[in-house]
């Protein structure tokens, strides 16, 4: 995060604030967020995206997609930076709700929405409900018929891009359980498909216009996450503005709105080289402006929803260092050794690495030392070989027991995914603002990892 430096003493501080000061009002493992930075992310979003567009369209709406991290306070900030807050199931349209943020600014996403949330989205007014199937538009469709409210809904679409990691892969059809397909291949079970006219989108666009219970605004997109290259967005946007102008001619209406989705990646370590908003925005307009000429549509009015790229950078996790053990490890090249570092978490207040094989870094925090850095395996305290939290860093040979061990980047999808194994308590969440830390979510206590067990 931008308010992270060494002290005159070497230690880590966030806005001026030691790490060791924080360990002792919070202690570890701690989730320190830096708020401002968030603030700055999402606002440059905003106006990345606003000026890149601004002679296309209206404007540009920016979601921040609240899976990657949302507490109410977070709710409270998007919402105060003048964004829009996509949400991805009932208990995150909760803290919405208790957060404020109008429901004209909330959108609905999932794959498999249940009536409940269906219900409680018409109830508040949603700005937009994502509709990902036909199943799920003809449940939707039920439902406001029978509370008597209109839905907004955008389509979720899948535009055959597939972004993998640092890549992207077109594919005819994607094999996936997100979204609508786009290609006339695919059928519609139980629905006649060709009958009605195409692929599962095509008929999702016919069914939804046709129903009066249901306003559709527009189409949506989500290609993947942790993605670089502009490429895969433009391809996206081209495949949706041609599809729009399917509609235009099928239908005689041109959707006003085209959402293209979050995937903006972060940089975890140094091998991580992502582009800036503006870079990506530029990218972005210039398709959507010559694919918009190309086939004579009104540009629709635009909106996107990154979520770890907003989040993401601003926090590191803090930890305290307790057990090592060095180990000769055979390799090509001859044996090495490898030194491990437990510390006092693990895989429950970061998957990422266990689920998706993800690279983070870690630096000593609590002091400098003129120590020969050596190869370091930092791993949690679970009941598991695989609880790794930084596979291979350097970090100095004298870390010890005591020493604090900051792990940067940990902002998006680590809290978010968060487990008791183990019985381990969820860390604490602290935001610092304007020089002062404050608990925006606490640390789990006994108390509450036993409350709900009727043995008690
Ligand atoms: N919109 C939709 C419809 C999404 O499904 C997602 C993420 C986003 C926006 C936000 O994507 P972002 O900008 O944060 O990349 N747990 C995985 C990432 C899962 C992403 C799920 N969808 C990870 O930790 O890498």
Request: with cysteine; aromatic share 6%.
């Amino acid at each position: 995060a931008s308010g992270v430096a060494r002290g005159a003493d070497g230690q880590l501080e966030v806005q001026g604030i030691p790490v060791s000061a924080l360990q002792e009002r919070f202690g570890t493992p701690l989730y320190v967020l830096d708020e401002d930075d968030f603030r700055a992310r999402a606002r440059a979003f905003k106006q990345a995206y606003g000026a890149a567009f601004a002679d296309l369209c209206g404007g540009v709406d920016v979601y921040y997609a609240g899976k990657a991290f949302l507490s109410i306070e977070v709710a409270r900030w998007v919402t105060e930076e003048g964004l829009r807050l996509d949400t991805s199931s009932g208990g995150e349209l909760a803290v919405a709700r208790r957060a404020g943020v109008p429901a004209a600014n909330l959108g609905l996403h999932g794959n498999n929405k249940s009536v409940a949330e269906l219900e409680t989205a018409l109830q508040m007014g949603l700005g937009r409900i994502i509709v990902d199937s036909l199943d799920e538009l003809e449940r939707l469709g039920a439902v406001a018929t029978r509370l008597g409210r209109t839905a907004n809904v955008m389509l979720r679409l899948t535009p055959g891009v597939h972004a993998h990691t640092h890549e992207f892969i077109a594919t005819a059809h994607e094999d996936q359980k997100f979204g609508l397909s786009m290609a006339e291949g695919d059928t519609v079970p139980g629905a006649g498909g060709t009958a009605e006219g195409g692929s599962p989108a095509a008929v999702a666009v016919t069914r939804a216009l046709r129903h009066p219970g249901i306003n559709l605004l527009g189409l949506h997109c989500h290609i993947g996450s942790q993605i670089f290259e502009p490429e895969g967005f433009a391809l996206a946007a081209e495949r949706l503005l041609a599809f729009l102008a399917g509609v235009r001619d099928t239908h005689g209406v041109e959707l006003p709105e085209l959402d293209l989705g979050g995937g903006y990646g972060i940089a975890y370590t140094e091998q991580d080289t992502p582009r800036e908003p503006a870079e990506l925005a530029a990218a972005m307009a210039a398709v959507v402006r010559s694919a918009c000429a190309r086939l004579g549509l009104a540009v629709p009015r635009i909106s996107i929803e990154p979520g770890r790229a907003i989040v993401g950078p601003t926090t590191f996790t803090l930890y305290e260092a307790g057990v090592r053990k060095t180990v000769a490890v055979d390799t090509e090249t001859g044996t090495v050794e490898r030194r491990y570092v437990a510390v006092d978490g693990g895989m429950s207040d970061n998957a990422r690495p266990v689920l998706y094989d993800a690279d983070y870094t870690a630096v000593l925090a609590s002091r400098v030392t003129d120590a020969e850095p050596i190869v370091s395996r930092v791993v949690g305290k679970h009941c598991e070989s695989g609880d790794i939290v930084v596979r291979d860093v350097y970090l100095p040979e004298d870390v010890a027991a005591g020493d604090l061990i900051a792990v940067p980047a940990t902002g998006a999808y680590c809290w978010a995914l968060a487990s008791n194994y183990n019985y381990l308590g969820r860390p604490a969440v602290v935001a610092v603002r304007n020089g002062q830390a404050r608990l925006i979510i606490r640390r789990e206590t006994e108390e509450d990892l036993l409350a709900r067990d009727m043995g008690a």
